[in-house]
């Protein structure tokens, strides 16, 4: 194979799968590493791939754009629904305490939850709070309210978590990889949902299977910080096992 073939063929596997790594695809195509290495970089002048860490993802999986909270509302709206009724399983059996983080698949939870216990419901979530105020024990975390996501943000928010420990935690994320973990485009966002994940027994992920092999600008958790992966049915299967390997439950709906 000549090399102009074999880094089409490397494009169009990469652009299948969203990320692969340097030793899959010199065993894949039976060349070196440092074949690779060339051919990737090859492909990435082109714009045709992103070289990271030890592999390559798709050029559409890194993104610094953030797109805002309407326009994200409909996208991929049944399997949002999906997934929010399927997290429900992960609700403290008998009341008990929930974060929910900002973002267009947790705010499907707040209208599910159940009335008939006792649950006390952390949010730094605008359209959360609106939903929960008059159903549950309510806190919203103090802030500065971004416009783009409607989620709470800052020092005192911060401060908040530091001194909480809630059951469990349902987050948001705008790309997940093992690599590179949970991540989303800004720095004041990904440190609350860090917050939020290291306040929790139970990190639950709910998000769509389109952020499955994304990486966005900040990391905020690594992938074995997640105990239960929630997410739709388009789910590619390799994805599904790296992410298995790694110790997350992973839930289709």
Known sequence: MYAEERQQAIAGLISQRGRVSVTDLADTYEVTTETVRRD??????????????GGAVSASAITLGETGLSEREHSNAQAKDRIAAAALAY?????????????????????????????????NSIPVAARCASQHTLQVLGGRVRGVTQAVVGDQALGTL????????????????????????????????????RCANLVVVVT???????????????????????????????????????GIEVVTA
């Not at 990737?40 to 860490?53: E, F, N, P, S, W």
């Not at 929930?98 to 419901?121: K, Y």
């Open 162 to 197: 530091a001194g909480l420990r809630v059951d469990v935690a349902f987050v948001g994320t705008n790309g997940l990889t093992v690599d590179h973990g949970l991540s989303t485009p800004d720095l004041d966002e990904a440190a609350v949902k860090r917050g939020l994940v």
């Open 40 to 53: 990737l970089a090859a492909l990435d002048r082109l714009g045709l791939i992103r070289r990271v860490h």
């Open 91 to 123: 609700l403290p059996a008998r009341g008990g305490s929930i974060a929910l983080d900002a973002g267009t698949t947790t705010s499907r939870i707040a209208p599910l939850l159940p009335t008939d216990r006792d649950l006390t419901v952390i949010t």
């Open 208 to 246: 769509d299977s389109s952020k499955i092999g994304r990486e966005e600008l900040v990391s905020f958790a690594a992938a074995d910080a997640v105990d239960v992966l929630v997410t739709d049915t388009d789910l590619d299967d390799r994805a599904r096992t790296d992410l298995e390997a790694h």
